[in-house]
Each structure stands twice: as structure tokens, then as C-alpha cells.
């Protein structure tokens, strides 16, 4: 499966987008915006592609994302 994970990061919670390019769906959901959470969804999610929205002033790397 061919994914691609849009995510509209916040201070508290964050929105996310999978878009499935073999179905041609889309899902959206929220999660808590921390490492663990974040971590889980890619681990579940195995995207080919990750895009952030972020307008807060902290940069990804705060994260933890790797």
C-alpha cells in the first residue's frame, strides 16, 4: 500500500490525513501531540511519504521524530 500522511501539528492535539493512493481514500483522525503518539501512528500507518503543518514556533526535531 502506497501512503501518504498529512499532519496539522498543534500544541495540544494534532489532525492527521492518510491518504491511500491504491483506494484513492482518505482517513483523518487526532492524536495527542507528543513523540509516543506520533511514533505510534507511523509505526501503524508504514507511510511512504510524511507532511507537516506546523506554525508553532518549535521544530520538528522536538519531537523526537526521527
Known amino acids: ?7 496539522d501539528l498543534d500544541k495540544f492535539k494534532s489532525v492527521t490525513c492518510v491518504d491511500d ?3 484513492t481514500g482518505a482517513t483523518f483522525a487526532t492524536l495527542p501531540t507528543d513523540p509516543e503518539a506520533l511514533r505510534e501512528s507511523f509505526d501503524r500507518i508504514r507511510p511512504d ?3 507537516f503543518e506546523a506554525v508553532r514556533p518549535w521544530p520538528v526535531d522536538d519531537l523526537g521524530v526521527r
Open 21 to 23: 493512493s491504491e483506494t
Open 1 to 7: 500500500m502506497a501512503s501518504f500522511i498529512g499532519i
Open 49 to 51: 511519504l510524511i507532511g
